[in-house]
């Protein structure tokens, strides 16, 4: 009998083993989920919806009627989505709205601004190279046109330049002639220009070997003809002898 109870005792014993394992084995996947399920959801209501500043952009501040104020200006965002503010230093802006930033901004500075009237607008990243005056990257209004972009880049430096102006993305050709877009004034936001995206315009024929030498051909034939008079000079002389 003693021994009976000695296998039912370490029978009992070995079975609340098992429903302990067991019941941790479940609480502890449980509860990794549930933390996980929370910071997705405190995340969640943290971001704020219909961000425009994307990393790699710019924005643009405007304070209106003082046109003197620091604020004013462009500022550029770093690949994290953060900005270098006046005085406040680095701000993360790109999980906030338009909205969300201009109020931001006038409740951080409303101790420095005579007037709480201020505007932010986002700006995109395009290049402008080829056959401009100053070809490099630029950042503009959405809203602008092809135009302004031009204006920017300061122009063709040729009059045929705009002829073959085209439009490129990761290398491969959007449009190949933006002359249409560019007479219509559409915007670049409307045409579905993205940060990135580049513009390029004729560069004017390189000048030929004889293009570069035709300058010269006047003092060389001036020349070639003083040698030969020289040399036919000498020629005379010595046959008189």
């Known amino acids: 009998m003693s021994s009976t109870r000695k296998i039912n005792f370490k029978a009992c014993v070995i079975f609340m083993m098992l429903v302990s394992t067991l019941s941790f084995a479940v609480d502890?996947?449980?509860?990794?989920?549930?933390?996980?399920?929370?910071?997705?959801?405190?995340?969640?209501?943290?971001?704020?919806?219909?961000?425009?500043?994307?990393?790699?952009?710019?924005?643009?501040?405007?304070?209106?009627?003082?046109?003197?104020?620091?604020?004013n200006g462009v500022f550029?965002?770093?690949?994290?989505?953060?900005?270098?503010?006046?005085?406040?230093?680095?701000?993360r802006i790109s999980q906030m709205s338009q909205a969300d930033l201009e109020r931001f901004l006038v409740d951080k500075y409303k101790d420095y601004l005579r007037y709480p009237t201020l505007k932010v607008k986002p700006l995109i990243r395009i290049s402008v190279l080829g056959g401009v005056a100053q070809p490099g990257l630029f950042h503009i209004d959405p809203d602008n046109s092809i135009w302004d972009a031009m204006k920017l880049a300061g122009g063709p430096t040729d009059e045929d330049g705009l002829?073959?102006?085209?439009?490129?993305?990761?290398?491969?050709?959007?449009?190949?002639?933006?002359?249409?877009?560019?007479?219509?004034?559409?915007?670049?936001?409307?045409?579905?220009?993205?940060?990135?995206?580049?513009?390029?315009?004729?560069?004017?024929?390189?000048?030929?070997f004889f293009d570069k030498t035709r300058d010269f051909l006047g003092l060389i034939t001036a020349s070639a003809s003083v040698v030969a008079l020289i040399f036919t000079y000498q020629r005379l002389a010595t046959d008189r002898r």
């Open 163 to 208: 002829k073959q102006m085209h439009w490129k993305r990761n290398k491969e050709k959007v449009v190949d002639n933006l002359i249409p877009i560019y007479q219509e004034g559409s915007s670049l936001r409307t045409i579905g220009f993205k940060s990135g995206d580049q513009i390029w315009v004729r560069t004017p024929n390189k000048p030929g």
């Open 76 to 91: 550029s965002i770093d690949d994290r989505g953060y900005v270098d503010l006046p005085i406040y230093g680095k701000t």
């Open 28 to 71: 502890g996947t449980d509860t990794p989920a549930s933390s996980t399920e929370n910071e997705t959801t405190m995340q969640q209501q943290g971001r704020t919806t219909g961000s425009v500043f994307m990393p790699g952009d710019a924005m643009q501040v405007s304070v209106f009627p003082d046109t003197a104020s620091f604020l």
